[in-house]
């Protein structure tokens, strides 16, 4: 059934496209030598060119133009060997130019597509419109001063791309896979960090609402969500507000809110500008942006394998289910971790103990899988003591916990704690003989029919054990005795 929203005259359905702003990942930022980390002084990474001092010429960086083709053909999406930019004329005081240099007309990647999977099982392809690089603004402090504003102009001149998608989403789950695959493509490709509470990565949500059959009804733009979660909230919330004003006999009108995360409300911000507001011309000191086929045959070439490919591997060559495929394949970080611990043992167990034990120990500790509290290695040595009868599986978890704690190495803790499993025969036999001496009456019952009682031999004897004896031999030599 299509995701609609009850109005007082019946449902409504949603239309969404998001235009996604992704900070290019390079050292330098697209038209200067200026530095792009995040978190320094503020005005510590600005040249002439970022500060718009008069005569200063852009140059492009040849490693943003790279990042923008990955991420095209990542995208399955045309890459134009020709493109251009042109300047986008405002005044605001955290763009010192008077214009920030994007493309406009001509993009350097044309249409491409990206296939959501939804929680009830079903896929969705969304339309990608365009992919452009732009530069982006500066930022305006409010908070320093109780009168002034301060400028910070380290972001200014940091390579953006904007990956506009077509209005093909129709619900705030459709909204939120669409983000969420996205960024994980990105980071795939290592192109943008997705860290979007460093603003790395930041969405407009355009969002209408119109009767079912209906054609399209005005939108609105929701600026700069900086969360998957408020991307989905924001729909919500948007499309709520505007079947009010539909409902009660009046317009929706073109224009771009901001949303309120503590209300849960967008709110208006101004009226939507046009392109021609902005008086797009192409840019006087740049000229055309001209690639070769064979560079970006090259860049294919050179791509990691991505997501989708990743998840149809794991299910083809190590036999795993659709949804452990899934959740391993979410992270890159994840994946490696998990293809260290799997390489020559049983895919699956690696998979539940990565997907378990590891994730819950992560959560516990605070940390995280790229610096996890237990290694890949130390897990596959781990699992290898399985393998071997060194540990049963009740042991192994006792030493992971250990291991998760102090970071030391499955081996130097068994030796250390004593916690080797017993595999001895004969030890287990005399174990067993002095459980069913002292449970005469209940070996009668079991003797007699009562064959529900050989649990409780098994508990008694691996708690004589200290839970140290291996539970195949323990039901095997009680099977014998008991016979």
Partial sequence: MPYTIEGSTGPWELVIGLEVHAQVVSNAKLFSGAATAFGAEPNSQVSFV????PGM?????????????????G???KVNLWSRFDRKNYFYADLPQGYQIS????PIIGEGEVEIALSDGTTKTIGITRLHLEQDAGKSLHDQHPTKSFIDLNRSGVALMEIVSEPDMRSPEEAGAYLAKLRQI????????GNMEEGSMRADVNVSVRKPGEGYRTRCEVKNVNSIRFVMQAVEAEARRQIEVWESGGTVEQETRL?????????????KEDAHDYRYFPDPDLPPLVIEQSWVDQLKAALPELPDQRRARYMRDYGLPAYDAHVLTLE??????????????????????????LFAAINRTKTSIAEPPVSAADLGALLDLMADGTLSGKLAKEVFEVMAETGRAPGVIVEERGLRQVT??????????????KNADKVAEYRSGKEKLFGFFVGQAMKAMQGKGNPALVNEVLKKKLG
Avoid at 103 to 106: D, M
Avoid at 188 to 193: E, I, K, R, V
Wanted: aromatic share 8%; glycine share 8%.
């Fill in 50 to 53: 970022d500060a718009g001092f």
């Fill in 57 to 73: 010429l852009p140059v492009i960086n040849r490693e943003c133009v790279a990042q923008a083709v990955r991420t095209g053909l």
């Fill in 75 to 77: 995208l399955n999406a």
């Fill in 103 to 106: 493309q406009y007309a001509h």
């Fill in 186 to 193: 990105l980071r795939y490709l290592g192109t943008c960090d």
């Fill in 259 to 271: 949303f309120d995360t503590a209300r849960g409300v967008t709110r208006s911000m101004r009226s």
């Fill in 332 to 357: 890159k970080e994840t994946a490696a971790y998990f293809e260290a611990v799997a390489k020559g043992r049983d895919a699956k167990q690696a998979a539940n103990w990565v997907m378990g034990d």
């Fill in 424 to 437: 001895d025969t004969g030890a287990i036999e005399a174990v067993i003989e002095e459980v069913l001496a």
